[in-house]
């Protein structure tokens, strides 16, 4: 389940969670499908609800499944004591007003993420520059998995070109491997290496 850009949403959860024990996440595009599978996978269930590490919080974790008083009704013995566990409830839909959940709210907080790629760029700038994150993301859409898939390699460990072209090393040898197969560019883009060929060229055609 872990990796940079799981971990660094994580860690975001963490502090609202530790601070004000209770957290609403409404995610109306489900942009974060993907990290919420994530959850559910390293979770223990413990009745309609799950039981999970996030960012090093152990956390209660609720999921709205189409029905506002359900999920109320399911985290409420959890919520009205003096100090409740830590509980996230994710509700991938938009916020409703008034909103039937607002004084789960008020006594906690509600979580707002920033898009995906957002968090990607915040992730890869302790490594690389912003030119060379935008030539990275100039082919990766806005799409949690991707991005995750995208950010799992730890820095040098090599990159998606030298993954697809194996076997050529230098930088010419992965242009001229790179160009002598266009059938190679859908595996590039889909992995994100299309700045990889950008920066390739740059250094050797200036």
Known sequence: MSHPLHDHLAGQLA???????????????????????????????????????????????AVWRGSFLRLRLEVEPLFAVERPEPLLLYLPTARPEPSPLIEIEKAGAVFDAHEPKRQARAVLSERLTDSEIDALFETVPDDWERLARLLERPAGQGGVLKDVLSGAAGDEALLAAWLSDPALDRDIDERGGRGEIAALLGRLVG
């Open 15 to 61: 502090r609202p969670l530790r601070e004000r024990r209770v957290v609403v996440w409404y995610d109306p595009g489900r942009l974060f499908g993907g990290f919420v599978d994530a959850l559910k996978a390293a979770a223990q269930p413990e009745g309609p609800l799950w039981r999970v590490p996030i960012g090093g919080v152990e956390a209660r974790f």
